[in-house]
């Protein structure tokens, strides 16, 4: 069975940093086969919102609202995603998933989702 474990969340102040992980297990093909990899977030009251995603080939897009304070990464020889998250803002506080697509030839495309890991930025 596939899980993604997200992991480095907590409690920091506005202006630091913090490393979230994100860890694939149980996965029966390449780490690789998964075409992009993603950070969402969803605040209290407010929908998810896509803030990172990274393809296989390592290409990266952000949501403007972290653009030049983020930075989403991927091991493949750990099957391991990073999120690095600097210079905080008390609007980043939210519950943080880990988000793997993998497309098949069919065209048929599977989704897997972290438990998620919270993120307090306190002012």
């Known amino acids: 069975q596939v899980q993604l474990v997200e992991s480095g969340g907590g409690l920091v102040q506005v202006g630091g940093s913090l490393r979230l992980s994100c860890a694939v297990s149980?996965?029966?093909?390449?780490?690789?086969?998964?075409?992009?990899m993603s950070w969402y977030r969803q605040a209290p009251g407010g929908q998810r919102e896509l803030v990172a995603t990274?393809?296989?080939?390592?290409?990266?897009t952000y949501a403007d609202s972290v653009k030049g304070r983020f930075t989403i990464s991927r091991d493949n020889a750990k099957n391991t995603v990073y999120l690095q998250m600097n210079r905080l803002k008390p609007e980043d506080t939210a519950v943080y998933y880990c988000?793997?697509?993998?497309?098949?030839?069919?065209?048929?495309?599977?989704?897997?989702w972290g438990q998620g890991t919270q993120v307090t930025v306190s002012s």
């Open positions: 149980g996965i029966t093909f390449d780490f690789g086969d998964f075409g992009t």
């Open positions: 988000y793997g697509l993998r497309t098949f030839t069919s065209g048929y495309r599977a989704h897997y």
């Open positions: 990274i393809s296989n080939g390592g290409s990266t």
